[in-house]
């Protein structure tokens, strides 16, 4: 077990995410940075799918009471154990009685925990991610505990994966056209600009500050999934993100790729993206 002496701002429990429900109108969640979940995963021999800690902006404190190993990635939040500080993509040994503890982010956003074979939370609907109404939780709170197993015999020494921590350091998000992109004739031109992440953020969805495009059009409700950007009647731009509703009826102009999803949940309020087209 992990025992949470602090929460941090928002940390959830999450998997790759919850499929084969959104027929039903429940969101897919999971991670909102794929990307580094996995590679916190991957450092410890984990499945990918293997639930980790997704630590928002402001890491907690965490106490083990078992013996096991960990890995972090994503933002850097500063961590810590018993004092001494730990470098992101990195695999340690924790034991019984060690402290983890993380600060608030001085890179990126999102910051990921995986521990050996994963956290063990109840799995509802095959997710072990966090939503509600569908867990009890929406985050996890002070004095409450984490259940995970114990490392099985001999824990193995440090590995340390070599890669670019600021993989998502650059502005540019790329998205593929969205099935109502020609109706905007204009929308060629508007790529061209930088836009601002706006302060209105969260797993939901993300906005940016400028105005996009305003609009007469309407459309019957359809579906969405995460990525998706809609194009509301005043203009603005609403990127859906892994808590996103399954239905939307604005004009979907753009859906990003995974790796732009991931990209975009490592932004904070005030930075800048520019959107890249494929095709």
Same mark, same amino acid.
């Given at each position: ?219 019957? @409700?359809?579906?969405?999934? =995460?990525?998706?950007? &809609? %194009? !509301? ?8 993100? /892994?808590? $996103?509703? @399954?239905?939307?009826?604005? =004009?979907?102009?753009? &859906? %990003? !790729? ?8 490592? /932004?904070? $309020? ?10």
């Amino acid at each position: 077990m992990i025992k949470v002496l602090k929460a941090g701002f928002y940390t959830t429990i999450q998997d790759l995410g919850r499929f084969g429900y959104r027929d039903k109108g429940v969101p897919v969640s999971g991670a909102m940075d794929t990307y580094s979940s996995s590679l916190a995963n991957a450092l410890l021999d984990n499945d990918q799918n293997a639930a980790v800690l997704e630590m928002t902006m402001l890491g907690p404190k965490l106490k083990f009471m078992t013996d096991t190993e960990i890995a972090i990635s994503g933002a850097y939040m500063h961590p810590s154990l018993n004092d001494t500080p730990l470098s992101n993509n990195r695999k340690y040994r924790v034991k019984m009685g060690d402290v983890l503890n993380f600060k608030g982010v001085s890179d990126g956003f999102r910051a990921y925990l995986a521990v050996k074979e994963g956290i063990q939370s109840p799995v509802v609907l095959n997710s072990r991610s966090m939503y509600v109404p569908i867990t009890t939780f929406a985050q996890l709170k002070e004095d409450t505990t984490i259940p995970v197993n114990a490392a099985s015999g001999h824990v193995t020494e440090y590995a340390h994966i070599k890669t670019d921590e600021e993989w998502y350091s650059g502005n540019a998000i790329e998205v593929f056209k969205g099935p109502e992109y020609d109706w905007f004739p204009d929308i060629k031109k508007r790529l061209r600009n930088d836009y601002t992440v706006s302060k209105v953020n969260n797993r939901m969805a993300y906005q940016v500050e400028e105005v996009f495009i305003t609009h007469e059009r309407s459309m019957l @409700t359809s579906a969405t999934i =995460p990525g998706t950007v &809609q %194009l !509301t009647p005043a203009g603005k731009l609403i990127i859906l993100m /892994k808590d $996103a509703q @399954t239905t939307g009826g604005y =004009p979907r102009v753009f &859906q %990003l !790729t995974e790796k732009a999803i991931a990209k975009l949940a490592q /932004k904070k $309020a005030g930075e800048n993206i520019r959107f890249e087209l494929l095709t």
